[in-house]
C-alpha cells in the first residue's frame, strides 16, 4: 500500500503558474506509476498526466496541450504538477494518484488515491 498526500494548492489568478506536490510513502519501492487527476465542481474527475517509475515515459490527457508538465523526484519519493497559463477552467481539486501500469491512468483510473488540493483561478 502506498499513501499519498498532496500539497501546492491555491487561489491564482488567471496567467498564473502553481506546482503541485505530492509525497509518497509506505510501498513506493513498488516502482509505481504516478499521476494527477482533477475534478471540477459538479464534473467527473479527469486524469492529467502520469508518468513511470524511471520518467522514461509520460502521457498526458489531450486537453493539457503543453500548460501543464510532470515530473517526480523518486529520491524524495515525490511528483510534481507544473502548471502554467492557469484559467479558470482549471478551478478543480486536484488529486494524486498511483497505480502499476502507465494503462490503468489511461483509462482514466487509478489504485490509490491523495486525499487532494484545491485549486482556484480567479479572472
Known amino acids: 500500500q502506498v499513501q499519498l498526500v498532496e500539497s501546492g494548492g491555491g487561489l491564482v489568478q488567471a496567467g498564473d503558474s502553481l506546482r503541485l506536490s505530492c509525497a509518497a510513502s509506505?510501498?513506493?519501492?513498488?516502482?509505481?506509476?504516478m499521476g494527477w487527476f482533477r475534478q471540477a465542481p459538479g464534473k467527473e474527475r479527469d486524469v492529467i498526466a502520469a508518468i513511470t517509475w524511471g520518467g522514461d515515459e509520460i502521457w498526458y490527457a489531450a486537453f493539457v496541450k503543453g500548460r501543464f508538465t510532470i515530473s517526480r523526484d523518486n529520491a524524495k519519493n515525490t511528483v510534481y504538477l507544473q502548471m502554467n497559463s492557469l484559467e479558470p477552467e482549471d478551478t478543480a481539486v486536484y488529486y494524486c494518484?498511483?497505480?502499476?501500469?502507465?494503462?490503468?491512468?489511461?483509462?482514466?483510473?487509478?489504485?490509490?488515491w491523495g486525499q487532494g488540493t484545491q485549486v482556484t483561478v480567479s479572472s
Open positions: 509506505g510501498r513506493t519501492s513498488d516502482g509505481y506509476v
Open positions: 494518484a498511483a497505480s502499476e501500469t502507465l494503462y490503468t491512468f489511461a483509462q482514466n483510473r487509478a489504485d490509490h
